[in-house]
Structure formats: structure tokens, C-alpha cells
């Protein structure tokens, strides 16, 4: 399934579900992450790598490793 | 403040996630007197206060460190949740105020909603709602207070409006306390599941629509049973425009964050730091260093010539200004971390070095703690707290010592003016600039090694993560950032002030005594020359000259004697006392003008006893300031990184490397420059 980590500069997508092996997992869903909330890419660190979404309302920066937990619809 | 008043007030707790507007309302609920331990960048230690006295009401008020939820994420947010149940030294809060972004109301009900099942006297203040009235939207304060059953209030962080209103709620609160049923908060079970926050962040979810309602006074449809009106709820709140971001700060962060510019910027915005630090604190700290050499003079004078004087004079006035020195540039650079904390940069910047930090071992997390270093390795190596990954956390701690901290710039000002004559201070800067560059260079090269082949210094290995919200821009207040550098700086002045005090008076002791009057053959003399050699005479009869023939033989292959020695011996316990150790040894008491010049006329007049060369030049000047780079010299700094890493293992490595990395470096320093032909 598609991951946060795959997406476009710009793609806007909803999140289907949290990865609860990850180990980051319950601090991405407390930070908002959480089924049903829609998602957009908008910002990549220069090296690539983390990577900024829009959730809630807000901007929050997590690595792309990290972002592979997320998946989307 | 003491203690036992702390015990008899009723005691007021502020928790609020990150960037919800906490510090803002701490600041005003509890004015300007504040007693804090808090350093830009990271909220780590706690500030306490009394009520401020117009509020007419007698309690404490605790600001502590944000957090994002009751289930822990790195050793600060333990440390935040644990102080929430019972602090240490303040008790069991008796009430809680928690802040809540009002645009941002579906997370931060979250920590909220966790409160309030812990059973916390709970007051929720709704701050930035002017935020989501700009959107078009707004909220129900009544509607609210019912849905979580708590006291809701609204307070504006722009001008302190419903600050008074939240007053009144909190007497009315203590009293119903102090009255009888007062709720024991209870442990949330560790282990929850993940499933509970899904089922939590729903419950929000719906609260968010029942309670916010558009400007022109239409309401959301009011969704009963959302559950099974879920994916219609969810529909609804994608098209919200209410979860819009900030098009400012997406605008700025199309630049600042920009594939290219992005890192020009931030290399740009570091180097304006650090060369502001010297160029705008140049001229105040020699404002600070000709008034206290002008006051050493007029003590002489004043008092005339004999040991009190010469206590006063070279013992405390002396060893005070050699603390005061460097307050300009200390304030200059919590001015500027709390410029950049308060836009919302810092975060920025942290993402953007994420990567490449994460290369050697560190974390984006470890770059806020890494910038304080510059300041002071102390309140840096507590602000690693924000690093969840142990592992990161301690590697951060491990190189914090190498960067260039400002108790290093006296030392660094007065070599540097040794080497590069007044009408060539440019250069000075240059190089000066280089040294930070240096340092940064060194303690990155140091953290790869280490994180590459030594699993026996920093063997935790734990899942490293870097999550962070980048806040958005804002036009800082100024008000609150002057204020925050003034009790840093305060707080500041204060630990190392009494350190260095007490220092430069046991080295004055040792220079002074035993109290010899040395004879002079005074023919064919001027005065001057007789007091120069006077007081050598003094100097090589003291204590000090006995503990400094001691080290003699390691001082003598970087081309040293016994009197740089003995002024680097108490630089273990603070650094910037080399600059005042070497005043006392070097300058002729009653000299008149600047402390520095005179310690440098001094220098350069200075020569090795036995061969009559010149003591200080150009190569023994480099080797001093090459083992000033690395060596650790910081009582303090290994007294935090034991409290910090629960062990001695940690500052006891770092004192014998980095001290060793020094003297070896300084060595082959100098005695490659002597190859080369410079002297």
C-alpha cells in the first residue's frame, strides 16, 4: 500500500491507517496522524529526508523512514 | 523566593503542548518577577513565580515544558509528566491550567482530554482564537466547558485580554478545593492501546464540531452519533478550511525551506549570528573592561599602596570584571536564540540538518542544544532532554564541551589582541570566526568517530526518531525575549559569577603571599623599571611560583613557563579565569588604563627566565588558543553531564580526551610553526 513516504511535493492523500509495529507509531498518531484526516507533502528537507506535511491544521516535519508508517489511501 | 512559602501557597500548574501559547500566559500571569532556570530554545528546568501582585490573589504559578501527551516520548517529557503528578521541590499541584491553540483545537484536546481522565483539577485556556476567527471561524466557549465538563477561558496572548477573567476562575476553583474534595490525579495505564487514541482523537474530533461554529453564526451540522457517521464527519472536516495551514508561513517556508535556498539561508542566518555575537558585543565588553580597569586604578590610589588594596584592585575588582566582560556577548546570543525561537525558525533549522546530523550519529533534535552551546555548554546539555533516542541524547551531550562556549571568547578576545594589533581588529574577527567554524568542524569529526567505532563510551542503542511541529511564523515579541535574556544572562552571571569570584581570590592569595619585599639594585633605574622588577621578584617568591614550577616541565615543550601554568591550572574549574589568572601575574599593579591592554603590554614585555626569549609568540599564542579549543576546563559542564547521563563515565572521558586532544594539538601546533620559521 501506499505510504506518506511516497509522496509527490504537493499530493494531497488521506490516511487509511497507522503502522502499529513502528516504533514511532503512537507519537505520530498523537501528534495527529490518524485515520481519516487528510494529508498533503508540503515541504522536503533539502537532503531529502525529513520530510513536512500539513495534518490538522498544522505543519509537522518527520523523517521519511518515519513517514512509511503512514499509509494512505 | 524561599521554600517554605512555596510549601503554604496554593500551587498553580501551566502545561500546555508545544507552541500552544504557555510561556505567553506565564508571562502574563506572573509579570516580570520571575525565578527561572529556562533558556531559549527548550523549556527544560521550570520557572516558578507568584501571582502577580494586581491579581490579588496569594498563589504559585509553575510554568513547565510542553508536552504533547500523559504517555512519555524523551527524558524531558518524563521529567514534565512526573513533575505534573508530584514535583519534587513544589509538591502536588493543587490546579491545572492547560493551554489549547484554539485554530489547532482537534490536537491539543488531546493532552486536555488525557488531564481530565486523570482526574486534574483542570482549567482549559483557549488562547489564538483571534487565529481562527481570521479563518472565518469561532468557538463556543459554553459549549465546550459542558463537553469536557471543566472551567473553559479565553485569553488573548497578543494583549493579556480574559487574563482577569481567568483569575476569577482560578480563586473560585481554589476555594472549592481548599472547601473539601480534592481530586487525587491517578497514573493513565502505560500500555494504551493504540486503538484509544484512534477512539480518542474521534471523541475530539466531534467535540470540534459541536463547539466550533462559522463567524457568520451558521453552525456545523451536529453530528450525534458520528461513529457510524464516520467517513461523512471525516468528509466534512477534509474540505474545513478552518484546517488550513497559514498561507504566510507557507509563502516564507517555500524560501526558507527551498530545496537550494533553504540551506543558503540557513548557513546565512548562522553566520549573521555568530559574527553579530562579536561585531555588536565588541564595543560594550570594552565599555565593561576599561571601567573596571579604571576601577582597579582609583582602588590603588585611593586606598594607597599595601595588601588591601591590592586585594580589592587585582582580587575582586579584577576577578569580577573578568566575569562581567563577557555578558554583552552571553546577551547577545540568548537575544538572538530567542529572536529565531520565537519566529519559528529554530524549528526549521533543526529539520533541515536533521539528515545530516543523523549521519554522525546525532539528531535535527540536537541542533537547538548544539547552538546554546555557544552560550554555555550548561543549559545546552540540559536541553538535550528534547532528544528521545538515548543514544543521540548522549553522543549531543559528548561533543557539547567543543563548541565554542562564550567563557572561552575573553580568552580568545585577549590572544587574539596579542596576535593582531588594534588597527587590525578585523582580522582579529576573521579569525575568530574561523575558531567557531573550527570548533564546529571538530565536534562533528569527533561525534562521527565516536558514533562509528565506540560502542563502550555510548552504548544505548534505542529507535531513533525525529518528529517535530514547525510552528508558524510569527513577528516575535520583544518584550518577552528581552525579558527571557535577562533572567538567562541573570541566572547566568550569578553561577559563574561566584565561581570566578572565589577563583581569582585563592589565585590573588597565591600571588600575593607569602608577602616578600624583594631588595633592588635600583642604579641607573627609573621608577617604572623598579616596580617591574619588584614585582617579578614577588611573583617568582610566591605560593604560586611553587605549585607552577610543578607543571614546568609539561608547559615547557609548547614553549611555556611555570606563570602560564599556574594560570592554567584553575581554568579546570572555569576558563575565562585564565584571562584574570594571567592579570594577576603579569600586570603592575596601578597600571593605568584598560585591564586588557595592560595585560597585554605585560605579555609582550614578558620573557623566560633562563633563556631570555620571549615568553608569548605568535607560536605559543596559536598553541594556547589550539588547547583552549579543545581542552575540557569546566567544572560545571562535568557536574551536568553526570546529572544528565546518570554516570562519571561520560565527563571523566570527556575531560581526559578532550584535554589530551588539546595539548597534543597545541603541541603540534606550535612546534610546526617553530619549523616553519615562526617565531
Known sequence: MKTAADLQFGERVTINSIDGSHPSSRRILEVGFTPGQEIELINISTFNDPMAFSVRGTIIAIRKQEASCIKVI | MSTNTIGTLPLVILVGPPNSGKTTLFNFLSGKNYKTVNYPGATVEYSISRLQKKFNLKANILDSPGIVSLYPNSPDEKVSIEALYSHPSFGIPDLVLV??????????????????????????????????????????????????????????????????????????????????????????????SFDKLIKDYRLIEEIEQRVIFENNGKTFPDIKNANQQLAELSNYLKSSPKNKIDQTTLKIDKLLLHKVWGLVFFLLIMAVTFTSIFWLAQPLMELVDSAFGYLSTEAVQILG?????????????????????????????????????????????????????????LNGRSFVPMLSGFACAIPAIMATRTIPNKRER??????????????????????????????????????????????????????????????????????????????????????????????????????????????????????????????????????????????????????????????????????????????????????????????????????????????????????????????????????????????????????????????????????????????IFALLAVNSLKLFGVG
Request: aromatic content about 10%; glycine content about 6%; some cysteine.
Open chain 2, 305 to 361: 599602596n599595601n595588601w588591601l588594596s591590592n586585594f580589592i584592585a587585582n582580587g575582586v575588582i579584577t576577578g569580577t570584571g573578568a566575569v562581567l566582560v563577557f555578558v554583552p556577548q552571553i546577551m547577545i546570543l540568548f537575544l538572538i536564540l530567542g529572536f529565531l525561537e520565537d519566529t519559528g525558525y529554530l524549528a526549521r533549522g533543526a529539520m533541515l540538518i536533521d539528515k545530516p546530523l543523523s549521519k554522525i550519529g
Open chain 2, 394 to 663: 548522549f553522543l549531543t551531550i559528548f561533543i557539547i564541551p567543543l563548541l565554542s562556549c562564550s567563557a572561552r571568547l575573553p580568552v580568545y578576545a585577549l590572544l587574539l589582541a596579542f596576535l593582531f594589533p588594534e588597527n587590525k581588529s578585523w582580522i582579529a574577527g576573521l579569525v575568530l570566526a574561523s575558531i567557531y567554524i573550527f570548533s564546529i568542524i571538530a565536534s562533528t569529526v569527533t561525534a562521527g568517530i565516536i558514533n562509528k567505532f565506540s560502542s563502550k563510551i555510548i552504548k544505548e542503542e534505542d529507535n531513533s526518531s525525529f518528529i517535530l511541529e514547525l510552528p508558524t511564523y510569527k513577528i516575535p515579541k520583544l518584550k518577552v525575549i528581552l525579558n527571557n535574556t535577562y533572567h538567562s544572562s541573570m541566572a547566568y552571571v550569578k553561577k559563574a559569577g561566584t565561581i570566578i569570584l572565589f577563583l581569582s581570590i585563592i589565585i590573588w592569595f597565591l600571588t600575593y603571599f607569602p608577602d616578600s619585599n624583594p631588595k633592588i639594585n635600583a642604579n641607573n633605574l627609573t621608577q617604572e623599571q623598579i616596580e617591574q622588577l619588584t614585582s617579578a621578584e614577588r611573583i617568582s617568591n610566591s605560593y604560586a611560583s611553587d605549585l607552577g614550577k610543578f607543571i614546568q616541565p609539561i608547559m615547557k615543550p609548547l614553549g611555556l613557563d611555570w606563570r602560564v601554568g599556574v594560570s592554567l591550572i584553575p581554568t579546570f574549574a572555569a576558563r575565562e579565569v585564565f584571562v584574570s589568572s594571567l592579570a594577576l601575574i603579569f600586570k603592575v599593579t596601578g597600571d593605568k588604563g584598560a585591564l586588557q591592554s595592560s595585560i597585554l603590554k605585560e605579555m609582550r614585555r614578558a620573557t623566560i627566565s633562563d633563556t631570555g626569549k620571549k615568553l608569548f609568540t605568535t607560536s605559543t599564542i596559536v598553541g594556547l588558543i589550539i588547547y583552549f579549543i579543545f581542552a575540557l576546563q569546566c567544572i560545571s559542564t562535568m557536574a551536568i553531564a553526570r546529572k544528565e547521563t546518570g554516570s562519571w563515565r561520560i565527563p571523566i572521558v570527556q575531560l581526559i580526551l578532550f584535554t589530551l586532544m588539546g595539548y
Open chain 2, 99 to 192: 493551554t489549547a491553540d484554539a485554530s489547532q483545537l482537534s490536537r491539543h484536546l488531546l493532552l486536555v482530554k488525557q488531564l481530565i481522565e486523570a482526574k486534574f483539577n483542570v482549567i482549559v485556556v483557549l488562547t489564538m482564537s483571534d487565529i481562527l476567527y481570521k479563518k472565518g471561524y469561532d468557538i463556543s466557549i459554553a459549549k465546550l466547558s459542558k463537553e469536557l465538563s471543566c472551567k473553559v477561558v479565553k485569553v488573548d496572548g497578543r494583549n493579556g485580554n480574559g487574563t482577569d477573567e481567568l483569575i476569577k476562575e482560578v480563586r473560585e476553583e481554589l476555594k472549592n478545593i481548599e472547601n473539601g474534595i480534592k481530586q487525587k490525579p491517578v497514573r493513565l495505564d502505560n500500555s494504551v
